[in-house]
């Protein structure tokens, strides 16, 4: 399973758009790009997933550059409820198991 | 609908007791997870159950037992406590959702969803 990179914390303020970039070099062909948001004294959440160019939802944007070895979690306009620890793993399809990072604690100020 | 539910959200042991963590989820997965959380550490598969009957090691099994009672419930046993297992537990499930992508055809995509944890301190 590949392994992910990405930055332990990060800081915005409400209202700015916010990205958050994790680094795959390794991986795999039949790898998915997934990312869960966990908020304190909760369990993670499901996001956004994608495999390859740009993905988007009501949360958030997924973009993958074309030799997928980096992926960048868009969160527009962030407010103080996106304060949260963001997660980027990788995991092939047909894979029931993950491998969790220690994600990215994004503050979001006032 | 309350998806995943686990019980009980806070446990004090004293090392050497015994434990069974209970959860539960009403959205018809075949795949159930534990998962325990330290600072510092990010989550860590203690074991997973890919179908009701079956149950696998994950990254960190030593110390804990699973039973996969039914396709409903999985449950964690502490045969005998230590403070190296005072973490927070999470259980997860996932369904799978079929994908069919250009390249790599039908592809079945596992999202996790997980339950609100539980505190669990040993002394």
């Known amino acids: 399973l590949a392994k992910t990179t990405q930055p332990i914390s990060m800081d915005s303020y409400e209202g700015q758009e916010v990205n958050i970039t994790c680094s795959h070099n390794n991986i795999a062909t039949n790898d998915y790009i997934t990312w869960y948001q966990q908020f304190p004294s909760q369990g993670p959440r499901f996001i956004i997933q994608?495999?390859?160019?740009?993905v988007t939802n009501e949360v958030a944007s997924l973009f993958i550059p074309a030799d997928r070895k980096s992926s960048t979690l868009s969160l527009p306009r962030v407010s103080l409820s996106d304060t949260a620890v963001y997660y980027c793993?990788?995991?092939?399809?047909?894979?029931?198991?993950?491998?969790w990072g220690l994600g990215t604690s994004l503050a979001v100020n006032p | 609908n309350a998806g995943v539910t686990q019980t009980p959200k806070f446990q004090v042991l004293k090392t050497g007791q015994s434990m069974t963590l209970q959860c539960a989820q009403d959205m018809n997965h075949n795949s159930m997870y534990w998962y325990r959380q330290d600072p510092g550490m990010g989550l860590r598969l203690i074991y997973y159950?890919?179908?009701?009957?079956?149950?696998d090691k994950g990254e960190v099994p030593n110390g804990y037992n699973v039973s996969r009672l039914n396709k409903r419930e999985f449950s964690l046993r502490l045969e005998s406590a230590a403070p190296s297992q005072t973490s927070v537990y999470f259980c997860?499930?996932?369904?799978?959702?079929?994908?069919?992508?250009?390249?790599?055809?039908?592809?079945?995509?596992?999202?996790?969803?997980f339950g609100p944890g539980t505190r669990l301190t040993v002394t």
């Open positions: 793993l990788v995991n092939a399809g047909n894979n029931r198991k993950l491998i």
């Open positions: 159950s890919a179908s009701e009957g079956t149950t």
């Open positions: 997860a499930s996932s369904g799978g959702r079929v994908h069919r992508d250009r390249g790599l055809g039908r592809v079945i995509l596992y999202e996790q969803y």
């Open positions: 994608g495999y390859k160019t740009k």
